[in-house]
């Protein structure tokens, strides 16, 4: 990301934390310092922040952090990258409806793959075998609520 | 007197084998979530806290305190071998020990984190044992304006040893905050920057945060880069275990100055792990005689901050067992195994659970002792482990 990009994101961030900090609620308790003056003073100083740091930008005296050595990625960047995110969101989206293993074997293959490593049965039995232990060892052993370990409710 | 006739009856209990077993069983674990990027001590005590329904409590005790020493010395290791930081404390040591690895220094750079994190466990130890009550009643005597002090102290600090770039650091503080604040108001309970999301009320957990900005940041960037940029050669976890004579002469001074950061500061409310580290490290820093080394490789920025986090572990189980207040996330689930034992924190814990509490002291010891050993005797392996070195150097070489 460009610094001049940066700079955007960070008024926009700044922005929104604005319009969020005029809407915190009045408290019926009355104090001094209320609930939302630390937010209007972080924002504030976000903001200005945002500010100098877009302007110095523009003047060009931020360096692109991309442009540095070793920031260049090898071809499939972006595959792997949406691999990787394709995992955890999968185990996100099936956590409710497949149970645990299932969810957390495929989120495993696709963190696994975004290493390089192939979708094959070798991943999927070591992907699976980890789930299942950690599913037995937190669920079943220290009784943390991980759901059920299928989607058959086992 | 009778804090040391009272520690040698701790010790009685103690090294009871089955009171043993479990403070190795925390130091083992502990040590091995330390290693772990993203899975903390306060994570893994609450993932625990089931236990407390089949353990007597003394012995889980035993076994928080070894968990809690273990995840501080493991946590270096990671931080050291491949930049990714068990827990927040240990950031300064992924800054400056993973450019010490780069360098081939990866052994030094995890001997004197050893080393420093058994003399500043030791030292908090015997201050948690002795000097409690001068430290607690330092502690009290924090009002508004001191803390507003240490605040300032620390934003201060903060935005004097992030990168080159004050106001790029400035703007990372500000963020931190901004985040800091989603949640609940605990004063007057109302919702701040929750955008009307209920599962925002209870705010953003440090633990997901630093998972999130450390663990999963580094394994995107990692996914990004690919591997094969990172070039074909392994580096070794490198250099000796054995610290030089001019490592030791550099070592030790940070050490002692770290420990004395980290204990007291680790007592105070609101103190913590963190602030002893980046203060040891600003310190160190401004105190060197080669300021140039630092984010090059110091080892200076390696012993400071690493005995600060480990005194600080002592400095927080001060206000824990004799005020009753928990001053990090891993005390505050402490406090709340107590309640589940039904046992009442507070001033009276030393006379209604005196056997408990000397146990748990004397455990300390104990357990800083077996971390040491056990570390050691890991990494010693570990040098000779082609597999570890590969785990240790993942990014070494890019």
Redesign the interface.
């Known amino acids: 990301m460009t610094p001049w990009r940066f700079a955007w994101v960070?008024l926009v961030?700044a922005a929104v934390?604005a319009w969020?900090?005029t809407v915190?609620?009045?408290?019926a308790?009355q104090?001094t310092v209320?609930?939302?003056a630390?937010?209007i003073a972080?924002?504030s100083?976000?903001l200005a922040?945002?500010l100098?740091?877009a302007v110095?930008a523009w003047r060009g005296k931020?360096a692109d952090e991309g442009l540095e050595e070793?920031q260049?990625?090898?071809?499939?960047?972006t595959k792997?990258?949406l691999?990787?995110?394709g995992g955890?969101l999968a185990f996100m989206i099936g956590l409710p409806w497949l149970g645990f293993v299932i969810p957390a074997t495929a989120c495993g293959m696709c963190?696994a793959s975004?290493?390089?490593a192939p979708f094959s049965l070798k991943s999927l039995l070591i992907c699976g075998a980890i789930a299942l232990v950690f599913w037995v060892l937190?669920s079943q052993i220290?009784?943390?609520g991980l759901g059920p370990a299928s989607p058959f409710g086992v | 007197m009778d804090a040391f006739n009272a520690l040698m009856g701790g010790f009685a209990n103690a090294l009871q084998p089955a009171t043993l077993m479990w403070g190795f069983i925390g130091c083992l674990v502990g040590t091995m979530v330390g290693v772990l990027p993203g899975i903390g001590p306060a994570l893994t005590i609450a993932?625990?806290l089931?236990?407390t329904y089949h353990v007597p409590a003394t012995s889980m005790f035993v076994m928080f305190a070894g968990i809690y020493y273990g995840a501080a010395y493991g946590g270096s290791t990671t931080s050291i071998l491949i930049k990714t930081p068990g827990e927040a404390s240990s950031m300064m040591t992924a800054i400056e020990g993973n450019q010490m690895a780069r360098a081939g220094r990866a052994g030094p750079a995890l001997a004197t984190a050893a080393i420093g994190s058994f003399v500043a466990g030791t030292v908090g130890t015997i201050a948690l044992t002795f000097v409690a009550p001068m430290v607690v009643n330092a502690a009290l005597a924090f009002g508004p304006a001191e803390y507003f002090s240490l605040m300032i102290l620390s934003l201060i600090a903060v935005s004097a040893v992030l990168g080159n770039?004050v106001?790029?650091g400035?703007?990372a503080l500000?963020?931190g905050?901004?985040f800091g604040?989603v949640g609940m108001?605990l004063?007057?309970?109302?919702?701040?920057?929750t955008?009307g999301q209920s599962q925002l009320f209870d705010g953003i957990e440090v633990t997901v945060a630093a998972v999130g900005l450390f663990a999963?940041g580094e394994?995107?960037f990692?996914?990004?880069?690919?591997?094969?940029?990172k070039g074909s050669e392994v580096m070794k976890v490198s250099g000796s275990l054995m610290l030089s004579k001019k490592d030791w002469s550099r070592s030790w001074k940070p050490w002692l100055r770290g420990t004395f950061f980290g204990f007291p500061i680790g007592a105070m409310p609101a103190g913590g792990a963190e602030l002893p580290t980046l203060l040891s490290y600003y310190t160190e820093k401004k105190l060197s005689k080669h300021p140039e080394e630092f984010g090059k490789g110091a080892i200076e920025g390696v012993a400071g901050p690493e005995a600060a986090n480990n005194a600080a572990a002592a400095g927080v189980l001060m206000p824990l067992l004799t005020l009753g207040i928990p001053t990090s996330a891993t005390a505050a689930i402490m406090l709340s195994a107590f309640e589940g034992y039904g046992i009442q924190t507070g001033p009276g814990l030393f006379s209604a659970q005196s056997s408990l509490v000397w146990t748990l002291i004397a455990s300390l010891y104990v357990g800083n002792v077996i971390c040491w050993c056990s570390i050691c005797r890991w990494w010693a392996c570990g040098s000779s482990c082609s597999k570890f070195r590969r785990l240790g150097c993942m990014r070494a070489s890019?």
């Open positions: 960070l961030m934390a969020q900090a915190i609620p009045e408290s308790i104090m209320g609930a939302s630390v937010p972080v924002v100083l976000l922040l945002g100098l740091y110095s931020q070793g260049t990625p090898l071809a499939g960047s792997r990258l691999t990787l995110l955890g963190v975004s290493f390089d937190f220290l009784g943390v | 993932l625990l089931p236990l770039s106001l790029r400035l703007i500000a963020l905050a901004l604040l108001d004063q007057t309970g109302q919702p701040r920057f955008f999963i394994a995107l990692l996914a990004w880069q690919g591997r094969e940029s890019s």
